[in-house]
């Protein structure tokens, strides 16, 4: 085998364990119901944990997407818990109980 099929081999290897983690990630958070996705005006839209993560043309990039600014931002990890934030209707109501 020369070089050049050796390279192609070793991006091919590293290009299905990429694919492999992206779509790992994706099905836990499937299970656990931490992830939604809409197509709206031509794009689709992911959020994870009620958080919007990604805004892509195909579905492919969105998920891509979605996971690398999940990590950034600490959001979608696997079997941790959704951080549950109150909705926005009930710090209204909160607010108008104050007043």
């Known amino acids: ?3 050049l099929q050796q390279v192609r081999l070793h991006a091919a290897a590293a290009a299905n364990a990429e694919d492999a983690a992206i779509w790992r990630w994706f099905s836990v ?15 689709w839209v992911v959020n994870v944990d009620r958080v919007r993560v990604a805004t892509e043309p195909t ?8 996971k ?26 909160e607010h108008r109980r104050q007043l």
């Open 29 to 43: 958070l499937l299970e656990e119901r931490r992830i939604r996705w809409r197509y709206a005006f031509a794009n």
């Open 59 to 66: 579905f492919d990039d969105a998920i891509r997407a979605a």
């Open 1 to 3: 085998m020369n070089t």
């Open 68 to 93: 690398d600014e999940a990590e950034l931002r600490g959001v979608g990890q696997p079997g941790e818990p959704m951080a549950r934030r109150p909705r926005r209707h009930t710090e209204l109501s």
